[in-house]
């Protein structure tokens, strides 16, 4: 049977390819979505995408994940730092989570170098640009016994 994964956009993630390029790339987010469903496209996968600038929505679409997805990607923006309950909703749901960021987190502000949702999170990804969503949608479709190698 076919596995459902979710990418998942936290906030301000809407406004990438606008600003402050020299820190997120020039990738919009549409264009970023569109490289990701090329990217699943021979493995069949029933990918869905979402992005919300508030926490309880992200917390709804993790919770409703439980009934159709198998793995979620998700970038939760600025509530990687500071959101308790994002992280008790990752370990509520027990689906893998990969953790996204496009910048490298350590290397930037103090406030940033803290996630409080790797620890339940399958893995974390950091720093390679939009293509840090590519390599944790490998890894998810690794996970999952899809991609060999
Ligand atoms: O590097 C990442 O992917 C982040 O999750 C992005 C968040 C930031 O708060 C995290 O510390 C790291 C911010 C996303 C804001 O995106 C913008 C894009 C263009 C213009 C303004 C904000």
Redesign the pocket.
């Known amino acids: 049977m076919s596995k459902g994964m979710l990418i998942l956009h ?4 809407n ?6 390029p020299e ?2 790339g020039s990738m919009t987010l549409e264009a970023i979505n569109s490289a990701l469903r090329q990217h699943v496209k021979p493995f069949e996968i029933a990918l869905r995408v979402e992005q919300s600038n508030h926490e309880g929505v992200l917390i709804d679409r993790l919770h409703e994940a439980r009934g159709w997805a198998d793995g979620v990607v998700f ?4 509530y ?2 500071t959101s308790i309950a994002l992280r008790d909703a990752i370990a509520a749901i027990a689906l893998p989570v990969i953790e ?6 350590h290397g ?1 502000e103090p406030f ?1 170098h803290k996630s409080v949702l790797s620890g339940v999170c399958l893995g974390h990804i ?1 720093g390679f640009g939009w293509h ?1 969503y590519v390599l944790a949608v490998d890894a998810l479709l690794r996970q999952w016994d899809i991609l060999a190698g």
């Open positions: 936290g906030p301000n993630l406004l990438l390819g606008t600003r402050q820190i997120y970038n939760p923006g600025a990687t730092h996204v960021h496009i910048s490298n987190i930037r940033r950091a840090s």
